[in-house]
C-alpha cells in the first residue's frame, strides 16, 4: 500500500505561483512513476505532468514552460510548482503513484486562478 497526501493549493490571482507537494509514505519502493493530474468541474480528470524513478519528466501542453515536477527522494516528496497560472487551471490536482500492481492517488487539493 502507497498513501499519498497533497497540500499546497489555494487561491491565486492570475499570473500568480504556486507549489504542490506530494509526501508518499508506505511501501513506496513499489513506486515507478509519480505524478499529478487535475480535474475541473465537468471535465475528465488530465495528466498535468509526472516523473519516472529515473528522473524523466513530461508535461501536458498547455502547462509547459510555465510548470515544472521535481521529486525529492530523500523526503519521498514529489513537487509541483506551477508559476503564470492562469484561470483555466482552476481545478482540483492529484497526485498519483503508480505501480506495477496498481495506480494510488491522493485526496485531492483545490487550487483556484483568479481572474
Known amino acids: 500500500q502507497v498513501q499519498l497526501v497533497e497540500s499546497g493549493g489555494g487561491l491565486v490571482q492570475a499570473g500568480g505561483s504556486l507549489r504542490l507537494s506530494c509526501a508518499a509514505s508506505?511501501?513506496?519502493?513499489?513506486?515507478?512513476?509519480m505524478g499529478w493530474y487535475r480535474q475541473a468541474p465537468g471535465k475528465q480528470r488530465e495528466l498535468v505532468a509526472a516523473?519516472?524513478?529515473?528522473?524523466?519528466?513530461n508535461y501536458a501542453d498547455s502547462v509547459k514552460g510555465r510548470f515544472t515536477i521535481s521529486r525529492d527522494n530523500a523526503k519521498n516528496t514529489v513537487y509541483l510548482q506551477m508559476n503564470s497560472l492562469k484561470p483555466e487551471d482552476t481545478a482540483v490536482y492529484y497526485c498519483?503513484?503508480?505501480?506495477?500492481?496498481?495506480?494510488?492517488w491522493g485526496q485531492g487539493t483545490q487550487v483556484t486562478v483568479s481572474s
Open positions: 508506505g511501501n513506496i519502493f513499489s513506486i515507478n512513476a
Open positions: 498519483a503513484a503508480d505501480t506495477v500492481r496498481r495506480k494510488y
Open positions: 516523473i519516472a524513478s529515473g528522473g524523466s519528466t
